[in-house]
């Protein structure tokens, strides 16, 4: 087993760390699957960006169990949940909370008394947030990078671990407000909720309309899911990988010196930085996930695209032939030459 130079930790004792780890992974996993059916990929994703301490949007059709789906994983995870439905009269301190005047009964004394919003939670799920407007989105904004809230000039941190999973819908596009892309970046991956297959479909009409109801239990804590996300930095990656990913997420960018011919015709802006360290840091949870204790070129290349679908604008040219970020990424994969030592 290939360890990090340097680690002060006992061999034993990381051991120890990363068997726990796998057993919670697979805990989580089957108390999930008392409730959801299928979307392997999907609650993969979720779980990498739990693992990595990063946010996940999710993209679904009505009906496809986004909400149970994020409720579900809440209460495996023993921490405290929290839901916003987003409405284009959402304000910014329906979110995070507001002041107010708070009168002592006995001595008639006045003081300002801050009441939590539901922002403060360790998993938030924000259903359908493109759904408010741009003021509420900066609330959120704020949230989701500096892990704090600013209420009449005081900023109160948010509880940790602290993890946004938001959902919106792909077709119902009347009422709503396109996320801002530096909103965007902030979420780790794009995940898209497809429809089941008939045989899963079958599964769930089963599952769903019997007498018997599935419990789900908490797992672990959240102290034990911050020390997962230290053991997640932990596994290395090697020197021609990493210049992989870097070299993957700058040919995205048309200007760039190594962007292909396509990138060029079909692709107005590409990723930022942000998008290489989330590829990384989402390829070292996928490898511990599956008993590897070093990065692959396939943990690479099977997350890239949800980490950049939603990192590069499109122009008129790829929407008049009707080509999607995913097509030009699994493009740019099969362009790019898989790293010598991978």
């Known amino acids: 087993m290939e360890m990090v130079t340097g680690l002060e930790q006992d061999t034993a004792q990381l051991q120890q760390r990363i068997e726990r780890f796998h057993t919670v992974r697979d805990s989580i996993m089957a108390q999930v699957r008392q ?3 299928g979307q392997d990929d999907v609650l993969d994703q979720i779980l990498i960006a739990l693992f990595v301490g990063g946010h996940c949007l ?7 169990a986004k909400t149970l789906m994020v409720r579900t994983i809440a209460q495996t995870l023993g921490l405290s949940f929290k839901r916003i439905q987003f409405t284009p009269d959402l304000m910014p301190s329906d979110i995070t909370g507001t002041d107010i005047i708070d009168e002592d009964i006995t001595t008639g004394h006045r003081k300002w008394t801050f009441v939590q919003g539901p922002i403060f939670g360790n998993v938030v799920l924000a259903d359908e947030i ?18 704090s809230c600013t209420v009449r000039g005081h900023v109160y941190k948010l509880p940790a671990p602290f993890f946004v999973l938001a959902t919106q819908n792909p077709i119902e596009l009347e ?6 892309e530096a909103q965007l970046d902030r979420f780790l991956f794009n995940s898209l909720l497809d429809y089941l297959s008939a045989s899963d479909e079958l599964k769930v009409v089963d599952l769903t309309t019997a007498t018997k109801t599935p419990e789900v239990v908490a797992v672990t804590n959240a102290e034990e899911l911050l020390g997962f996300q230290q053991l ?5 990656i090697g020197d021609s990988l990493a210049r992989y990913v870097v070299n993957l997420v700058r040919a995205t960018r048309h200007k760039s010196e190594n962007a292909p011919d396509f990138i060029k015709k079909y692709v107005n802006y590409g990723g930022s930085i942000r998008a290489a360290q989330f590829i990384v840091l989402a390829a070292k949870a996928r490898a511990l996930s599956r008993k590897r204790y070093h990065v692959t070129y396939e943990d690479i290349t099977s997350l890239a695209i949800p980490v950049l679908r939603h990192r590069i604008l499109l122009n008129f040219h790829a929407e008049s032939e009707r080509i999607d970020s995913d097509e030009i990424l699994r493009r740019l994969i099969a362009h790019l030459p898989p790293p010598k030592e991978s």
């Open 232 to 236: 997640v930095r932990m596994v290395p």
């Open 35 to 37: 409730v959801i059916v």
């Open 58 to 64: 999710i993209t679904g059709m009505p009906g496809t």
């Open 130 to 147: 493109n759904r408010t407007p741009p003021k509420t989105q900066a609330a959120m904004l704020e949230a989701m990078q500096e892990r």
């Open 175 to 180: 009422g709503t407000y396109p996320l801002p």
